[in-house]
């Protein structure tokens, strides 16, 4: 039960999958809102525990460790599909315009699958929650930021690129500060 919480806190905050660790950086170039973060976040959560359920029930056996990466990708794509339908189904009302291939793309549920896949079950599971809670954070929280940056008046030199790397180092500093949870 521990290992399951350490793993649910540590993903969704102190190593967070786009912040801590840079497995879904990509997905804070193009910002798509809610939309993005919903089904980014739903993939994580079910791709990383059915991987290591996939890992220890079929290929550890048959002693196939070593082609995790390439039985991953199609199960990751299965699964973007499966997210995506399940949005348009819970809320129709998003736009799903160029999803398809942000999620396919999307190195946070690729890593979190290779790296939840060797741990337990618990730790797994955790990583999987703890890291779409986390990346629907991170995008949802962006976003914001992004808007209220839009509305202010920034100097030209600013806009753009590097207002983006700007809010994204703050973002990093303001999750890093999650670092010593839970140590005295």
Same mark, same amino acid.
């Given at each position: 039960?521990?290992d +399951?919480?350490?793993a #649910?806190?540590?993903?969704?905050?102190? !190593?967070? &999958?786009?912040?801590? &660790?840079? &497995?879904g $950086?990509?997905?804070?170039?193009?910002?798509?809102?809610?939309?993005? $973060?919903?089904?980014?976040?739903?993939?994580i959560?079910?791709?990383?525990?059915?991987a %290591? #359920?996939?890992?220890?029930?079929?290929?550890?056996?048959?002693?196939?460790?070593?082609?995790?990466l390439?039985?991953? @990708?199609?199960?990751?794509?299965?699964?973007? %599909?499966?997210?995506?339908?399940?949005?348009?189904?819970?809320?129709?009302?998003?736009?799903?315009?160029? #999803?398809?291939?942000?999620?396919?793309?999307?190195g $946070?549920?690729?890593?979190?699958?290779?790296? /939840?896949?060797?741990?337990? +079950?618990?730790?797994?599971?955790?990583?999987?929650?703890?890291?779409?809670?986390g990346?629907w954070?991170?995008?949802? &929280?962006?976003?914001?930021?992004?808007?209220?940056?839009?509305?202010?008046?920034?100097p030209?030199?600013?806009?753009?690129?590097?207002? @983006?790397?700007?809010?994204?180092?703050?973002? /990093?500093?303001?999750?890093?500060? +999650? !670092?010593?949870?839970?140590?005295?």
């Amino acid at each position: 039960m521990t290992d +399951f919480l350490f793993a #649910l806190l540590g993903a969704a905050l102190v !190593n967070n &999958l786009i912040l801590g &660790l840079p &497995l879904g $950086a990509d997905s804070l170039r193009q910002p798509r809102g809610q939309a993005l $973060a919903l089904a980014g976040g739903a993939l994580i959560a079910l791709a990383t525990p059915v991987a %290591w #359920l996939l890992d220890q029930l079929v290929l550890a056996p048959l002693g196939l460790d070593s082609l995790r990466l390439f039985i991953f @990708l199609p199960l990751l794509v299965s699964l973007a %599909w499966g997210c995506l339908v399940l949005l348009a189904r819970v809320r129709p009302n998003l736009s799903q315009e160029g #999803l398809w291939p942000l999620l396919l793309a999307n190195g $946070a549920a690729l890593g979190a699958m290779l790296v /939840g896949s060797a741990g337990g +079950f618990g730790t797994a599971l955790g990583l999987g929650i703890g890291g779409g809670l986390g990346f629907w954070l991170v995008l949802t &929280l962006f976003d914001d930021l992004l808007q209220q940056v839009d509305d202010s008046r920034v100097p030209a030199p600013f806009r753009g690129t590097p207002m @983006l790397l700007i809010c994204a180092g703050l973002m /990093g500093l303001a999750f890093l500060g +999650f !670092n010593g949870m839970g140590t005295p």
